[in-house]
């Protein structure tokens, strides 16, 4: 009724004498391809929004925009109503007042269509204000890339397509914006004799807030936010589940700005009580000392690009010969989970340097004045087949931020064709 058993499965594995279930609205029956399909061929909004109303899953933003000059947002796929709990925790399924209630109504699910202030912003923030009556979820990616993009576009009263390229590569950290000096402060009250302290602090004063591959300043400070954040939350669970907890919160940002959270700061495992700036200078110290371990040498050369990097893996290549053979990289990478081009990585004070998860896969921009004019990149190419020339020649274009024409006019493509591709069924 529920779905399938998962005690074995889950990580880490579950006791088999209470049998966990896990209930998804996945389940059932939807194409959400053909749906996506119907959207990219409507010709008005109303079209667009029918063409994703019987989505379940995944849940997700989709954005429109047409040749009339309208735009719109709109949440797709079906989230539960519960009748009691949030979601967050298992609960007792043999017990009718944690059912499900059926699903939030499509038409009730956020939505924008021509908004007021002329544009509109999605970045994983949340999308709906606090008096929503329905629970979307419990978690939303803090709002810096969103407070980010907001603030680039109204820089200019008019944008241009390459103004909202450059805004996609954007890697300033409003997190930085809002933390750094704060962790300044927090060092210069509570000071180390190490000169590599000393050196670092200075760097992390005078960063420019940009979180690219050359700067020692992007990679002291998210060191030192991780470091924080593992001296608050790793004394009080267990190491895997703080980890995770860092990679989609932002709590720790709110902590180090709230008075009201500086018990927090406190280490449970002394007797003595740690103020908070005492505290952010341990964590700052402990950045310098890993960070140093790492490079080998001094904060001057401690740039992000050497500590954050991207290799994409082939599934055949885990290790040995086949791992040098199918998979590309490591390739120095900018960003973070906080800029608007992120790079999102897995922290780990043992072991660097990070290797970046995440990112975005597709870069796109369509001028529609100017359709034809489209231009997009992608991560690797248009092959799967290793070994193809077309597995990752858009790779270093899309590395050095750059983009590819689109091509939708019939001349256009027929003039660059380098071969076709015919499927036929078996048998014909």
């Known amino acids: 009724m529920h779905g399938p058993i998962i005690n074995e499965v889950a ?22 391809i053909k749906s996506a399909d119907a959207a990219i061929k409507a010709r008005n909004w109303e079209e667009f929004r029918a063409a994703l109303s019987d989505t379940i899953t995944p849940v997700w ?17 079906k989230i539960p109503i519960r009748k009691r709990g949030r979601g967050m925790v298992p609960v007792p399924g043999w017990l009718e007042e944690y059912e499900w209630e ?16 002329g544009y509109i912003v999605t970045a994983n923030n949340r999308v709906a204000p606090e008096d929503y009556p329905y629970l979307i979820s419990t978690r939303f990616a803090p709002r810096y890339r ?20 450059r805004i996609q590569m954007d890697v300033y950290s409003k997190r930085g914006e809002r933390l750094r000096d704060r962790f300044v402060d927090a ?21 420019d807030l940009n979180v690219d591959t050359e700067s020692a300043g992007a990679s002291i400070f998210y060191e030192s936010h991780a470091m924080v954040a593992r001296n608050i939350f790793g004394t009080r669970m267990e190491s895997t589940l703080w980890k995770q907890l860092y990679r989609v919160i932002g709590d720790l940002d709110d902590m180090v700005d709230d008075e009201s959270a500086r018990k927090w700061f406190d280490n449970p495992a002394t007797d003595a009580v740690e103020p908070r700036d005492e505290a952010i200078a341990a964590g700052v110290a402990e950045a310098v000392t890993s960070l140093r371990k790492f490079f080998g040498t001094g904060p001057n050369t401690w740039t992000w690009g050497r500590l954050h990097t991207l290799t994409f893996r082939h599934p055949l290549g885990r290790s040995g010969l086949l791992a040098k053979m ?19 990585y897995y922290f780990d004070s043992k072991e660097k340097p990070y290797s970046v998860w995440a990112g975005p896969s597709m870069r796109t ?19 799967e087949e290793r070994f193809s020339s077309h597995y990752a020649d858009q790779l270093s274009h899309w590395l050095n931020g750059e983009s590819l024409p689109m091509w939708r006019k019939a001349d256009s493509m027929e003039s660059h064709l380098e071969g076709r591709l015919v499927l036929k069924p078996a048998g014909k």
């Open 187 to 207: 060092c210069e009250h509570h000071p180390r004799t190490d000169p590599d302290f000393a050196q670092a602090l200075e760097l992390l004063r005078n960063w």
């Open 102 to 117: 059926g699903y939030i109504p499509y038409d009730e699910m956020p939505r924008l269509f021509n908004p007021s202030n």
């Open 365 to 383: 921009v369509v001028d529609f004045a100017d359709v034809d004019a489209a231009r997009m990149v992608i991560t690797l190419g248009q092959s």
């Open 326 to 344: 199918l998979n590309l990289g490591p390739f120095p990478l900018g960003g973070a989970i906080s800029t608007v081009n992120p790079g999102i």
């Open 146 to 165: 969103a407070e980010r993009i907001e603030q680039l576009l109204l820089q200019h009263e008019k944008l241009s397509a390459e103004d909202m390229h």
């Open 61 to 77: 933003n989709w954005v429109y925009a047409d040749a009339e000059g309208n735009i719109g947002y709109q949440v797709v796929g």
């Open 11 to 32: 990580d880490p594995p579950v006791h088999p004498d209470t049998p966990l279930a896990l209930r998804w609205a996945g389940y059932e029956s939807s194409d959400s």
